[in-house]
């Protein structure tokens, strides 16, 4: 197995924390329902592009960092997104052997399950009504996959080029 480069690392932190800020980015009120979950997408690219070296701690870590942001209680999203991480190494042996529709479908399921997850949540901690809405991040996250590993993919073969 090959070792992490620091490039590699560099370039996989950078990602993230982009995908941090794409996150909390401020939208109008109306919108906010419409932004994928960025976080979660990046989470889900790297630990099944280098599941030995992206897992449970990556999204631990960037979840903390999201809860202090957004100043939601601490260890909330550092919940969700640990546990994303888990799911994923569950499937990395089968999700390789997908194509791009059928990993976009798992992405939907992976990514609907942590959402609901955090609907279930916010209604623990305090008043907080769900409604079906909560689920568009999650559809709009399955729809953008094929293109972001598609990008991605591109990024690192001109990477290689030169």
């Given at each position: 197995?090959?070792?992490?480069?620091?490039?590699s690392m560099i370039w996989v932190w950078l990602s993230m924390l982009l995908a941090l800020c794409l996150q909390v980015m401020p939208l109008a009120e109306?919108?906010?329902?419409?932004?994928p979950d960025w976080l979660g997408l990046m989470l889900i690219y790297w630990c099944m592009k280098t599941p030995q070296r992206v897992g449970v701690v990556h999204?631990?870590?960037?979840?903390?960092?999201?809860?202090l942001i957004e100043g939601v209680p601490l260890g909330q999203n550092?919940?969700?997104?640990?546990?994303?991480?888990?799911?994923?190494?569950?499937?990395?042996p089968?999700?390789?052997?997908?194509?791009?529709?059928?990993?976009?479908?798992l992405i939907l399921v992976?990514?609907?399950?942590?959402?609901?997850?955090e609907?279930?949540?916010?209604?623990?901690?305090?008043?907080?009504?769900?409604?079906?809405?909560?689920?568009?991040?999650s559809l709009i996250g399955a729809a953008l996959w094929p293109w972001l590993t598609t990008l991605f993919r591109a990024?690192?073969?001109?990477?290689t080029r030169s």
């Open positions: 197995m090959a070792r992490a480069t620091p490039t109306g919108w906010q329902i419409w932004r999204g631990f870590v960037l979840g903390i960092l999201l809860d550092a919940l969700l997104l640990s546990m994303l991480a888990f799911l994923c190494s569950l499937v990395y089968r999700f390789r052997a997908y194509s791009l529709l059928q990993q976009a479908v992976l990514l609907g399950f942590v959402q609901l997850v609907q279930w949540l916010r209604t623990l901690l305090g008043p907080f009504s769900i409604h079906l809405s909560f689920l568009l991040p990024i690192r073969r001109q990477a």
